[in-house]
């Protein structure tokens, strides 16, 4: 089954720095990747994804690239906030478009931001 | 997009008790999933609940343990049966949409302790 990796647990940046969080996966056959934040206390929500399509997509501050061939992603955050500070897992799923699939979603060990004013 | 209740949101139990937690959503989706997430971890899916059928069980969980109902398209209970300090933790339910949009959506997740 599918395994993502995620680095670095824990991260602190500047006011105005820049984040990176690096993930991998093991299935080859993964298509989708989506990016989650979780403030304390808070569920889960979706920030950004990206599909196999595609190599690097960007909302606004946040970016992810995507490389196939060695099966990691990475999420960019520019101009860090402190209210960027949060948890961030990455996860990896095999979206299929005909019924009776089940796209279950893989996390990773989750990335502690820390952004400080 | 969905909006997912969830209840309880938290709970202390005795240990050998078990608790039933139930997850609504406010439109019909296939498949409903059950994830557990253990203080500062990941979240681990327990189960996928497909209605009409019995529930996906990853590995390491077991019916038993966490049996699932699943009566129509929009609401699920997973319940955490005979109770041990180890299955402190926090339950989330999770839906995913597809339209315009690929996106999970999860509830606000049920707290548990176990004394």
């Known amino acids: 089954g599918e395994n993502v990796e995620q680095h670095p647990s824990t991260l602190s940046v500047q006011e105005g720095d820049s984040a990176v969080i690096k993930c991998t996966y093991s299935?080859?056959?993964?298509?989708?990747f989506p990016w989650y934040k979780q403030e304390l206390g808070k569920r889960p929500q979706l920030i950004i994804d990206i599909r196999s399509n595609v190599g690097e997509k960007k909302d606004q501050r946040i970016a992810v690239t995507l490389n196939k061939t060695a099966k990691h992603f990475s999420l960019h955050i520019t101009e860090t906030q402190p209210e960027d500070s949060a948890v961030y897992f990455c996860?990896?799923?095999?979206?299929?478009?005909?019924?009776?699939?089940?796209?279950?979603?893989?996390f990773g060990t989750g990335t502690l931001l820390a952004v400080q004013p | 997009s969905a909006v997912i209740s969830q209840k309880p949101s938290r709970d202390i139990c005795q240990r050998g008790t078990s608790l039933t937690i139930q997850c609504q959503v406010d439109?019909?989706?296939?498949?409903m999933f059950w994830y557990r997430q253990q203080p500062g971890q990941s979240l681990t899916l327990i189960a996928t609940a497909n209605q009409g059928s019995e529930a996906t069980y990853e590995s390491g969980f077991v019916i038993d343990k966490f049996p699932i109902s699943r009566p129509n398209l929009t609401f699920s209970t997973l319940t955490v049966s005979n109770m041990s300090p180890e299955d402190s933790s926090i339950y989330l339910c999770?839906?995913?949409?597809?339209?315009?949009?690929?996106?999970?959506?999860f509830g606000q997740g049920t707290r548990l302790t176990v004394v």
């Open positions: 299935d080859s056959a993964s298509n989708y």
């Open positions: 439109s019909q989706v296939t498949m």
């Open positions: 996860a990896a799923s095999l979206l299929k478009n005909y019924g009776g699939a089940t796209n279950k979603l893989i």
């Open positions: 999770s839906v995913e949409t597809k339209f315009p949009n690929t996106e999970a959506f």
